[in-house]
């Protein structure tokens, strides 16, 4: 009987330990930085999506989807989408210049990577990524 409180009381420590946010006795770990944050724009090409408040971008280059940041040339992507009478959520192909940069994900939320359109290239009427010609 006594293996079975033993290991009820080490179920309860790591619990409350993860609960709390352990510590090493090193010290916190430090947050990676995530490998596609840059200092400057660049130019992509990628499916734009704006559905329920929400717009993303999937990066036809690297595969990679963001969150589109509200600032910057955004609110200009965003009219250009609802100005082709696109059904939201329907994917768009664009061309913009921009830069990943680390936003919050919500109150109290750890940062995360998203998308600052700095500049609207173009937005056509194509639903997919352009498939390399051999």
């Given at each position: 009987?006594?293996?079975?409180?033993?290991?009820?009381?080490?179920?309860?420590l790591?619990?409350?330990?993860?609960?709390?946010?352990?510590?090493?006795?090193?010290?916190?770990?430090?947050?990676?930085?995530?490998?596609?944050?840059?200092?400057?724009?660049?130019?992509?090409?990628?499916?734009?999506?704006?559905?329920?408040?929400?717009?993303?971008?999937?990066?036809c280059?690297?595969g990679?989807?963001?969150?589109?940041?509200?600032?910057?040339?955004?609110?200009?992507?965003?009219?250009?989408?609802?100005?082709?009478?696109?059904?939201?959520?329907?994917?768009?192909?664009?061309?913009?210049?921009a830069?990943?940069?680390?936003?919050?994900?919500?109150?109290?939320?750890?940062?995360?990577?998203?998308?600052?359109?700095?500049?609207?290239i173009?937005?056509?009427?194509?639903?997919q990524?352009?498939?390399?010609?051999?």
């Amino acid at each position: 009987m006594r293996p079975k409180h033993v290991w009820a009381a080490g179920c309860v420590l790591l619990v409350v330990a993860l609960s709390i946010g352990c510590t090493s006795p090193m010290g916190p770990r430090p947050q990676p930085v995530p490998r596609a944050v840059e200092e400057g724009p660049r130019r992509m090409q990628g499916l734009y999506r704006y559905s329920a408040n929400a717009a993303s971008f999937f990066d036809c280059t690297s595969g990679d989807q963001f969150p589109v940041a509200p600032d910057g040339a955004g609110a200009a992507l965003q009219a250009a989408y609802a100005a082709a009478r696109a059904v939201p959520g329907e994917p768009r192909l664009a061309s913009v210049d921009a830069r990943i940069v680390m936003r919050p994900a919500g109150p109290g939320g750890a940062p995360r990577a998203a998308l600052r359109i700095e500049r609207l290239i173009a937005l056509s009427a194509q639903a997919q990524c352009a498939v390399a010609q051999r």
